[in-house]
């Protein structure tokens, strides 16, 4: 398999982490988001939504966005187990997935950010709605993730998991005061810890810059 990426996207971080649960390789080819390198056609003719992640599986074919190719992976590698069997706790770890997915992590996108810079928003108030955002939505994940379980909707990683760890780490970037999300946080450091979040991690990635 190919996963198209870049170290520092976090919808490509969250594949790398569901490869790495999996214990799945990829040859990682990535595409500077600054250098605008997934405008390029060759990238196009794979995504052409051209948004980072794409992954070329090992039968030629290619599947885009994240959480559609950490499904795929789930269904063709069942283990170890992305998302529960029963429907009610499967829609509820979607649910928290896509609250990331859907409604934080988008106003954090580069092309949304350069728009704003160009219609002439000063950095600092750019910088203060993508933390806004990450706040607000993050707040509600506090009180989406269980008490009683040690990620975020039980005792192994899920899809749920897959989305806040890179989730987190944006927010970090972004000057966020993590210290209001100590359920969010704990389970980071547990997801952390182990070597398929460890590896998955943007400064550890071939293309990862100081
Ligand atoms: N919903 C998409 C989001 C993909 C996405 O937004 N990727 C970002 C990097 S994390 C990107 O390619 N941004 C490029 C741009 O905004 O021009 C997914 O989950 O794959």
């Known amino acids: 398999m190919i996963l198209h990426g ?3 996207s976090s919808a490509s971080y969250r594949v790398r982490i569901a490869l790495n649960l999996k214990g799945l390789t990829a040859s990682h080819v990535p595409h500077h988001l600054r250098k605008n390198e997934h405008k390029a056609s060759d990238y ?3 995504n052409p939504q051209g948004f980072l992640p794409a992954l070329v599986t090992d039968d030629g074919r290619v599947l885009i966005q994240s959480l559609a190719i950490i499904e ?5 590698h069942p283990e170890p187990a ?3 069997e029963d429907p009610f706790e499967r829609a509820q770890i979607r649910a928290f997935a896509l609250a990331i997915a859907c409604d934080i992590h988008p106003v954090q996108n580069l092309s949304v950010l350069q728009r704003l810079k160009r219609e002439g928003l000063p950095q600092d108030r750019i910088d203060f709605w993508a933390r806004d955002v990450i706040e607000k939505g993050l707040d509600a994940c506090e ?3 269980r008490p009683d379980t040690p990620f975020v ?3 192994t990683p899920s899809l749920a998991d897959i989305c806040l760890i890179p989730q987190l780490y944006n927010a970090r970037r972004y000057e966020a005061d993590v210290a209001r999300w100590p359920r969010l946080t704990a389970i980071e450091a547990r997801a952390n810890a182990l070597k398929a979040f460890a590896d998955a991690l943007p400064e550890k990635q071939p293309d990862a810059e100081p």
């Open 6 to 8: 870049y170290y520092r």
């Open 44 to 46: 196009l003719a794979l």
């Open 72 to 76: 795929w992976l789930n269904d063709t």
């Open 82 to 84: 992305l998302l529960p």
């Open 143 to 145: 009180i989406l993730a």
């Open 153 to 155: 909707s039980g005792d």
